[in-house]
T-cell receptor, first 114, second 109 residues
Framework: KAGVTQTPRYLIKTRGQQVTLSCSPISGHRSVSWYQQTPGQGLQFLFEYFSETQRNKGNFPGRFSGRQFSNSRSEMNVSTLELGDSALYLC?????????????FGPGTRLTVL | AQRVTQPEKLLSVFKGAPVELKCNYSYSGSPELFWYVQYSRQRLQLLLRHISRESIKGFTADLNKGETSFHLKKPFAQEEDSAMYYCALRAGGNTPLVFGKGTRLSVIA
């Protein structure tokens, strides 16, 4: 099975711009979660989508949003970028049921905001 | 709210020495605990989960509910164990993983 894929792998944006990141989960996985990884804060949960519905949400401002499509692919959007949004954004997928507790992570998208 | 604490940002040990990466959690219920590892230039991957009670790459971890800890141990460190290690907790089947801030393990030859 192919692993979780994320595009693009690298992005450079300037303050005030917006960005869209994409994640393709493992085939058959219906749950997609997004995390922000920074050296100071580690991995912080952004949100989780399951069957096109947001199931969980972390403590991030409304500038961070996401969605999931019927094929389980997911996108996250960050509007009005700030310098502090520079981070590695990780996507993870799992089957999605209450007992499917293993998450598989993608390689991440490294976002740099100048 | 659940919280995972990894008190050491960096742990350096010599090859062949025992390793213990500490993880403490706060959660009033029965959590699922995991250890994830991120080797240089590789993606984050699951190393251990407490329900499996297995040993992976020589690592073991025991859930101590009394001390709310889930420390990761290996009796003899190898150079290839050098990586970033994250402890994570899930409160229930459909809740998100909560990660600690990670410990960088450096094994010195």
């Amino acid at each position: 099975k192919a692993g979780v894929t994320q595009t693009p792998r690298y992005l450079i944006k300037t303050r005030g711009q917006q960005v869209t990141l994409s994640c393709s989960p493992i085939s058959g996985h219906r749950s997609v979660s997004w995390y922000q990884q920074t050296p100071g804060q580690g991995l912080q949960f952004l949100f989780e989508y399951f069957s096109e519905t947001q199931r969980n949400k972390g403590n991030f401002p409304g500038r961070f949003s996401g969605r999931q499509f019927s094929n389980s692919r997911s996108e996250m959007n960050v509007s009005t970028l700030e310098l502090g949004d520079s981070a590695l954004y990780l996507c993870a997928s799992r089957i999605g049921g209450p007992t499917s507790n293993e998450q598989f992570f993608g390689p991440g998208t490294r976002l740099t905001v100048l | 709210a659940q919280r995972v604490t990894q008190p050491e940002k960096l742990l350096s040990v010599f090859k062949g020495a025992p390793v213990e990466l500490k993880c403490n959690y706060s959660y009033s219920g029965s959590p699922e605990l995991f250890w994830y590892v991120q080797y240089s230039r590789q993606r984050l991957q699951l190393l251990l989960r407490h329900i499996s009670r297995e040993s992976i790459k020589g690592f073991t971890a025991d859930l101590n509910k009394g001390e709310t800890s889930f420390h990761l141990k290996k009796p003899f460190a190898q150079e290839e164990d050098s990586a970033m290690y994250y402890c994570a907790l899930r409160a229930g089947g459909n809740t998100p993983l909560v990660f600690g801030k990670g410990t960088r393990l450096s094994v010195i030859a």
